[in-house]
């Protein structure tokens, strides 16, 4: 979805530089950001070996959720994308008469 954004975004000279640009931001840094917090978290909460480990793989997974969660709701309160723009370069339709 990323892709995409970017590809109506970016102007038609630096459409590649901006899609580099989001792949390594996401696939990069983000990757190493995740799985680093990940790792974090799984050390912190799985510290048992075998059938007693299960109940903490729940608790991991609830943590991972929640972080998902709020990582959304910042998404949906502070990413504004100019709709009205979009809006006014939609050809107006003619009444039919």
């Known amino acids: 979805m990323g892709d995409i954004y970017v590809d109506r975004k970016a102007a038609p000279e630096i459409k ?3 899609q580099s640009l989001r ?7 983000g990757l190493l950001f995740a799985s680093t917090v ?3 978290i799984f050390n912190s909460t799985v510290t048992e070996q075998g059938p007693q480990a299960l109940p903490q793989w ?3 997974w609830l943590v991972s959720a929640g972080v ?3 990582v959304s709701v910042f998404f949906l309160i502070f990413f504004r994308d100019d ?3 979009r809006k006014a370069d939609l050809p107006l339709k003619k009444a039919n008469s």
Request: net charge neutral; hydrophobic share 50%.
């Open 58 to 60: 729940e608790t991991f």
């Open 83 to 85: 709709i009205s723009k």
């Open 23 to 29: 792949f390594i931001v996401s696939n990069g840094v």
């Open 38 to 40: 990940c790792g974090q």
């Open 16 to 18: 590649a530089q901006a």
């Open 68 to 70: 998902a969660a709020v």
